[in-house]
């Protein structure tokens, strides 16, 4: 039985639970005990939501959840509950809602007040020990006075409102930074879905204007501070609109993402430097995110010794200390030699170019400094966005091992995390989380199209996997799959990775057109907000070749926008006309 005037998170199977098992707040995991608990002590739960490698998460923890003054007002007069977003996206989504709508922005750590029956009742971000006691008291007196009149949250889905294809690229157009590349002009995440999109779109289009917003964006996420230029991989986000200082955090869903945007770049753009980014993006994988068994790692931490950037950051001395004289003019020539974080360097380039035995040489050197912390949870969505991406690589790029990668992915989720006919969404070494949600199914189904393409064998699991993804919608699309928290609609925002909507719509499309079902043509919905979705309504719109053919044909003499599927005829469908025809150089020759 659990005892809740303790801390439990030691029993916790989330690293970022975990780091708060020493706390002297008397921690619980979200369950249905503890829910039930709150009701029989008429107390408000305070939960607390946040992931491992979150800087301010750790700020938080430091200065209120160590303080005893804080804990024991929680300790007294709350049930306080510990939630990885990263293992609770249900959750996370919930309040994560409630926060925006109430405030007008959003952020972790998320924290809420909530009454024992799971009314918010106020949320909030970082706040200091004392800020935090007077919402605490102001959360409780309006509970005593307002208590039988505080009104459930409910997740309103928007109406999804239709836009016309001119109208999506136009407003792409105008959020596009032409002087920096991204979009919008404060601080720049990855825009990974909108250049999935427009990669597709300038493939058929070869509108100049879409090309420079790829290529802008594509050559500044690679130059400036968003890319770890000597291990390859590329960090969270910058805060500033330059790309110049990153938010320090490496996700596991960045790195897939950001390989696949390459990958498809060096195909549908032909510049030789993003393949080599898409090689040191796997780089960056097999060293860092590799768990030894072929499946990764979800985060890697952005404070170092609770110091922000610590591992990454320079000074001239120690760049002169590992670099000769003769070097030090050609690194000089490529990258910026001025301090930009609070008195070091951050390594930033002038141009897109590579030093790889000076660049190796200074990673050989860092590697012996205190590395961040890892997350080691293994979290099914995000490995098999990794597997599509290393699938792509080998495709688009002609990185050979990115098939065999991809292959042992799927084989190992299949064998860890889908089991009894259940998709689990994390592990940790053994233990399992067992809540299941659409992430997860309609990940694993997109998979399993992309690795079916290359040899047919997969027929059966994208049938099987079809059907449970279908379990998530009737009228519509809903998240999650829990005993302890109800069903709430999908999300649907493709930022930062794909939504699941997004998701489950498009491994839908790609498993009715490998199982040669009928499909119906699509709506583009709301420009970077929607632009994974906008991929898989461009798609329904005839925009891709579908291939069929009784061998496989080489990727590289097909176009980007192409699918492949094995059949006795030769044969390319493109918008609304399929055409026969007497060999595969006759179609390739044809198509190209």
Not at 126 to 155: C, S
Not at 310 to 338: A, G, H
Not at 456 to 476: G, P, Q, V
């Amino acid at each position: 039985m659990t005892d809740f005037r303790r801390n439990s998170l030691d029993k916790a199977t989330s690293p970022y639970l975990q780091q708060h098992k020493q706390n002297p707040v008397w921690w619980q995991e979200w369950s249905a005990d503890a829910l039930s608990y709150a009701k029989s002590e008429k107390k408000l739960l305070f939960v607390s939501v946040g992931y491992a490698t979150c800087h301010w998460c750790h700020v938080m923890a430091s200065d209120c959840f160590e303080d005893e003054n804080v804990a024991k007002t929680l300790n007294k007069d709350f049930v306080s509950i510990k939630i990885d977003r990263e293992q609770r996206p249900d959750i996370d989504h919930f309040l994560m809602s409630f926060l925006v709508k109430s405030t007008g922005q959003g952020g972790w750590p998320l924290n809420a007040v909530l009454t024992p029956d799971l009314k918010p009742i106020t949320a909030f971000t970082y706040l200091p020990p004392a800020a935090l006691l007077d919402v605490l008291q102001q959360a409780e007196n309006h509970y005593r006075e307002n208590k039988d009149r505080i009104a459930p949250f409910t997740l309103i889905v928007s109406k999804d409102e239709s836009t016309e294809e001119e109208v999506l690229i136009d407003k792409i157009l105008s959020s596009f930074d032409a002087t920096y590349g991204g979009f919008g002009f404060s601080q720049k995440f990855p825009p990974h879905n909108t250049l999935l999109f427009l990669l597709s779109y300038y493939e058929k289009t070869k509108l100049k204007t879409v090309r420079k917003i790829l290529e802008k964006t594509l050559d500044a996420m690679a130059t400036r501070g968003l890319h770890d230029h000597l291990q390859g991989g590329f960090f969270r986000y910058c805060t500033d609109a330059e790309w110049t200082i990153p938010h320090f955090e490496k996700m596991l869903y960045d790195q897939a993402l950001c390989l696949w945007s390459y990958s498809a770049a060096y195909k549908v753009l032909g510049k030789e430097e993003y393949k080599f980014i898409a090689e040191r993006i796997i780089k960056c994988l097999e060293e860092t995110f590799d768990n030894g068994e072929g499946l990764f790692y979800s985060a890697h931490d952005a404070d170092t010794e609770h110091e922000e950037g610590k591992t990454y950051l320079w000074t001239k001395e120690e760049l002169e200390k590992i670099i000769d004289r003769i070097e030090m003019e050609s690194f000089k020539d490529l990258y910026l030699m001025e301090e930009n974080f609070e008195g070091k360097m951050h390594l930033i380039k002038k141009r897109l170019s590579f030093l790889p035995q000076t660049e190796e040489r200074l990673l050989q050197a860092r590697k012996k400094r205190k590395q961040p912390f890892t997350d080691r949870k293994i979290i099914t969505s995000w490995n098999c966005l990794a597997g599509i991406a290393l699938l792509l690589a080998h495709r688009y790029a002609g990185i050979i091992k990115g098939k065999e990668k991809a292959e042992r992915i799927f084989e190992k989720i299949m064998e860890r995390h889908y089991l009894d006919e259940k998709l689990m969404h994390s592990s940790l070494d053994e233990r399992k989380q067992n809540e299941e949600f659409l992430e997860d199914y309609a990940s694993l189904l997109l998979f399993a199209t992309y690795l079916h393409e290359e040899d047919a064998s997969r027929e059966d699991i994208i049938k099987k996997l079809l059907k449970k993804t279908m379990e998530f919608k009737n009228s519509r699309w809903i998240e999650n799959k829990t005993r302890d928290f109800s069903a709430i609609p999908a999300r649907t925002l493709d930022h930062p990775v794909p939504s699941s909507v997004s998701l489950a719509e498009l491994a839908l499309l790609r498993a009715k057109i490998i199982l040669r079902e009928s499909y119906a043509q699509e709506e583009y919905r709301h420009s970077l907000e929607r632009d994974f979705y906008n991929l898989f309504a461009f798609i329904t719109r005839g925009n891709f070749h579908i291939i069929e053919s009784p061998e496989k044909i080489e990727w590289f003499l097909l176009p980007y926008n192409a699918m492949q599927l094995r059949g006795e005829k030769m044969q390319d469908c493109f918008g609304t006309t399929c055409k026969i025809f007497r060999s595969e150089e006759e179609l390739v020759g044809a198509i190209q």
